[in-house]
């Protein structure tokens, strides 16, 4: 069932790593909303322009693919600023690109913490730097990271991922602090085990051990996560701003 928020028609929204998983899926709702969608890839041209495609059929008004990668700032400063010339202001911005490399403590490795990091936490919070300019001057801008229930709860073998992800939770709140008198809000999502590539890659008895955790018995739908971003795009959020939001079938309680 896909909730339908009518301010989003028309709202130019950005959302990193939408190639596929959560982030496709919410580009695909977004597009059934009537936003201008502006999804991030990073390097599959053909599949972007299937995508666009796929996106002004479900209704975008309007879809644009934006090539960067969330870790190399000057190209992704490029990118959004010459969509904002041409386009005006972004006000809708989902910081949802991310990766995990799980790996017991004593076998971390310094280069894989400093890229989870980067990908995880850095770029969101210099993306929405970059935005934050031309955020100040346009009206009803949201701005929705997606962190994790692992930011919250920990989980062995996550130590960077989790880290990176209670990261994220600190920046929404600091943020939205320090822009909520302009308006501008600013919240994050926690969600726990979606069905996408990510959660595909785990062993079937880890898999198993976690459904028995998780008071729904099920693993949550891209499309559930779709939802509640949109309901924080739109203005019927208008009153929440610094909050964080679990949607994991019961898991944390
Ligand atoms: P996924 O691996 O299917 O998708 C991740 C996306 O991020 C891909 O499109 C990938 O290309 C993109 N990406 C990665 N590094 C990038 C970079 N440097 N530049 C640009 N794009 C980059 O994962 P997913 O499950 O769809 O996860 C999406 C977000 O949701 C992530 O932040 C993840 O941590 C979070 N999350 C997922 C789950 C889950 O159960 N699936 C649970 C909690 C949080």
Same mark, same amino acid.
């Given at each position: 069932?896909?909730?339908?928020?009518?301010?989003?028609?028309?709202? +130019?929204?950005? #959302?990193?790593?939408?190639?596929?998983? *959560?982030?496709? !899926?919410?580009?695909? /709702?977004?597009? $059934?909303?009537?936003?201008?969608?502006?999804?991030?890839?990073?390097?599959?041209?053909?599949?972007?322009?299937?995508?666009?495609?796929?996106?002004?059929?479900?209704?975008?008004?309007?879809?644009?693919?934006?090539?960067?990668?969330?870790?190399?700032?000057?190209?992704?400063?490029?990118?959004?600023?010459?969509?904002?010339?041409?386009?005006?202001?972004?006000?809708?911005?989902?910081? +949802?690109?991310? #990766?995990?490399?799980?790996?017991?403590? *004593?076998?971390? !490795?310094?280069?894989? /913490?400093?890229? $989870?990091?980067?990908?995880?936490?850095?770029?969101?919070?210099?993306?929405?730097?970059?935005?934050?300019?031309?955020?100040?001057?346009?009206?009803?801008?949201?701005?929705?990271?997606?962190?994790?229930?692992?930011?919250?709860?920990?989980?062995?073998?996550?130590?960077?991922?989790?880290?990176?992800?209670?990261?994220?939770?600190?920046?929404?709140?600091?943020?939205?602090?320090?822009?909520?008198?302009?308006?501008?809000?600013?919240?994050?999502?926690?969600?726990?085990?979606?069905?996408?590539?990510?959660?595909?890659?785990?062993?079937?008895?880890?898999?198993?051990?976690?459904?028995?955790?998780?008071?729904?018995?099920?693993?949550?739908?891209?499309?559930?996560?779709?939802?509640?971003?949109?309901?924080?795009?739109?203005?019927?959020?208008?009153?929440?701003?610094?909050?964080?939001?679990?949607?994991?079938?019961?898991?944390?309680?």
């Amino acid at each position: 069932m896909i909730a339908k928020f009518s301010d989003l028609a028309g709202k +130019n929204i950005l #959302i990193t790593g939408a190639s596929r998983g *959560l982030g496709r !899926k919410m580009a695909e /709702v977004l597009a $059934t909303q009537g936003a201008h969608v502006i999804f991030n890839y990073r390097g599959d041209e053909s599949a972007a322009n299937l995508l666009k495609e796929e996106l002004i059929s479900l209704g975008a008004s309007n879809a644009t693919a934006l090539l960067f990668d969330v870790t190399n700032t000057v190209q992704m400063k490029e990118a959004v600023e010459k969509f904002i010339e041409s386009n005006g202001a972004i006000t809708g911005l989902v910081n +949802n690109a991310g #990766i995990s490399k799980d790996q017991i403590v *004593l076998r971390m !490795k310094e280069e894989d /913490v400093a890229q $989870t990091i980067n990908t995880n936490l850095t770029s969101a919070i210099m993306l929405t730097q970059i935005l934050s300019r031309s955020f100040l001057k346009a009206e009803n801008v949201s701005v929705v990271n997606i962190s994790s229930i692992v930011g919250l709860m920990g989980n062995a073998s996550q130590i960077a991922y989790a880290a990176s992800k209670a990261g994220l939770i600190g920046f929404t709140k600091s943020y939205a602090k320090e822009l909520a008198s302009r308006n501008i809000r600013c919240n994050a999502i926690c969600p726990g085990f979606i069905t996408t590539d990510m959660t595909h890659a785990l062993d079937e008895k880890v898999k198993d051990a976690y459904l028995n955790t998780i008071p729904l018995k099920r693993m949550g739908d891209p499309e559930e996560v779709a939802n509640l971003v949109c309901f924080l795009l739109s203005k019927a959020s208008s009153y929440i701003t610094g909050e964080t939001i679990k949607i994991d079938g019961g898991l944390y309680i």
